[in-house]
């Protein structure tokens, strides 16, 4: 199956590590599955350990021994609950990408390199030991000589390389599985590769972190309750981030807030207010929002640190985001069901069955006790149950939701996003659907019609003179076309042994009296010729009585 994907020799490498971890964690049939044990050895088992736990776990397992790609695509997978079991779902969401720290020899001339001058001339102060390790960096404490305290986010030497290994496998393998299977391709295994490229690309480029880190933090400039460091771009390149540090504790560590005199529910009403702006207002925010990456402030201030991974909304998105919010809320059952239908890349779900599923979903969901985090799970595994595949981009939005909301909920169980968030909806589409909005949206509109007239009598001349000459061309897409060949070539085997039995039965038989040696008082030749008769009956008799699959 992948002879042709993984012809490239820098990449052969890789795809046997990858191959053979694989098998190590008891997935021979994963491996099968995607045509790589025809190309490489048998490795190891690693122990019957592995066969102890589920075939999720063992694949979470595999993933973290894989590396950051893997990592990320796992954990962008754990948010697709349109596609995936809760069974999948739920361990893949345990994957974290805590490794060991790199040596100071490893990090030390690559860092010397960015900087142009060694750290400890640069900084004041600067502290060689790593306070955090990740698959994709180290983070280092340093002191400014102008005083201030900032972190140094260092990017793993020789990462590139193999991140971009990984992502020319995982493409080319996603082209392959989705013309091959019926129910991968339902999976949108490109998309999600694509998806998965885009974000990984963007992690290893500290520059667009800082970029991202300042584009939200404009949108909070006359907000002092929402903290974002800032970034020194003097010491900033493509493998390293300086920025300020922002002395804060996990705001789920209750005991230590209420050490600090800190008020558990104001922070996270503001955190849950500044997640709602970034998402249904500002169209920029924080993708993931987890409790390493909150932290709560004196004064009862929310810092956001991390911004390798920032979501974006399109107006577009947006409008029907707030109308979903907007029909939850409300409990109306046929904006649920027209949202549905509207963001299905692939629908195959029968009507009616659809509107009883959403009407059972928002009776389980119903007004004044709508969790949004559990409502959004629901939502996307109801898409699934009924065969509908959502938009990537939704995934991401879904996943912060769901994660702000069980962060903040572990920080104060008073806290409603969706209570907070009805507001803003209700203003957000005010504002949408107001007399100087719409005239805008018309002129717009006008405008591109305008500009199409331009083109349209070219095209209808182009038009009328293909159907005068009969060169109109027809595109079609044949489904299960490959099966359809498959019919064909085994009728015309069937018709050739129907060919040649008949020729053995009506021409050579009677010829074979006259020759060979009596068995019975019947030539020899004569039985060859019957056997071979009645087998090419039996096969053909076998043929038109098997099912029919």
């Not at 053995?504 to 038989?509: D, F, I, K, P």
Request: net charge negative.
């Amino acid at each position: 199956m992948l002879e042709t994907a993984f012809v490239a020799a820098r990449d052969r490498a890789r795809l046997t590590e990858v191959a053979g971890i694989l098998i190590d964690f008891g997935l021979d049939g994963l491996v099968a599955q995607l045509g790589l044990h025809t190309l490489f050895p048998r490795s190891k088992q690693r122990g019957s350990e592995n066969h102890t736990m589920s075939i999720p776990e063992r694949l979470r397992h595999a993933i973290e021994a894989l590396g950051p790609t893997y990592v990320k695509l796992g954990q962008i997978l754990a948010t697709r609950h349109d596609l995936l079991g809760p069974e999948w779902t739920t361990e893949l969401a345990k994957l974290h990408n805590h490794v060991s720290a790199v040596d100071w020899a490893e990090i030390a001339p690559q860092l010397r390199e960015d900087l142009g001058a060694d750290p400890h001339e640069v900084f004041l102060d600067f502290n060689s030991t790593p306070i955090a390790a990740a698959s994709m960096a180290q983070i280092y404490r340093a002191r400014l000589k102008t005083g201030e305290e900032v972190v140094l986010k260092v990017r793993r030497p020789n990462l590139r390389p193999i991140i971009e290994a990984d992502l020319r496998l995982l493409a080319h393998l996603a082209s392959l599985l989705a013309q091959a299977n019926a129910d991968w391709a339902r999976f949108k295994p490109e998309g999600i590769i694509s998806y998965l490229a885009s974000a990984m690309r963007d992690e290893l480029d500290f520059v667009r972190e800082g970029h991202n880190c300042e584009q939200v933090a404009a949108c909070f400039a006359d907000n002092p309750y929402i903290v974002f460091p800032t970034i020194y771009w003097q010491w900033t390149s493509e493998r390293l981030l300086v920025q300020d540090y922002i002395a804060g504790v996990n705001p789920t560590q209750l005991a230590l807030l209420e050490q600090q005199g800190l008020n558990a529910q104001q922070i996270a009403q503001r955190g849950a207010l500044a997640v709602l702006q970034m998402i249904l207002q500002d169209g920029v925010f924080h993708a993931d929002p987890h409790p390493g990456n909150l932290l709560a402030l004196s004064g009862n201030r929310v810092g956001f640190i991390d911004f390798g991974l920032v979501g974006h909304v399109s107006e577009r998105r947006k409008v029907q985001l707030l109308a979903l919010f907007q029909a939850l809320i409300e409990g109306r059952s046929d904006r649920v069901t027209g949202m549905l239908l509207a963001w299905a890349e692939q629908y195959d779900a029968d009507p009616i069955q659809l509107d009883m599923a959403v009407e059972r979903f928002l009776a389980q969901h119903g007004v004044g006790r709508l969790r949004i985090g559990q409502a959004l799970m629901d939502f996307m595994s109801l898409a699934r149950q009924q065969k509908i595949t959502l938009p990537a981009d939704l995934s991401l939005l879904f996943k912060t939701f769901i994660t702000a909301d069980g962060v903040l909920t572990q920080v104060s169980a008073q806290v409603d996003i969706v209570r907070l968030a009805e507001p803003m909806v209700t203003a957000q589409l005010q504002q949408y659907y107001e007399l100087g909005a719409i005239k805008e949206r018309a002129v717009r509109v006008t405008a591109e019609l305008y500009e199409l007239s331009d083109e349209l009598p070219n095209a209808v001349r182009l038009l009328l003179h293909r159907l005068r000459h009969g060169r109109i061309g027809v595109d079609m897409e044949l489904r299960q076309l490959e099966r359809l060949m498959r019919v064909f070539e085994l009728s015309a085997i069937r018709l050739c042994i129907a060919l040649v039995t008949a020729a053995c039965v009506l021409g050579l038989a009677p010829r074979f009296f006259d020759y060979g040696p009596l068995v019975f008082g019947i030539p020899l030749f004569a039985w060859f010729g019957l056997l071979a008769t009645l087998g090419g009956c039996a096969l053909l008799a076998f043929w038109l009585l098997k099912p029919k699959r």
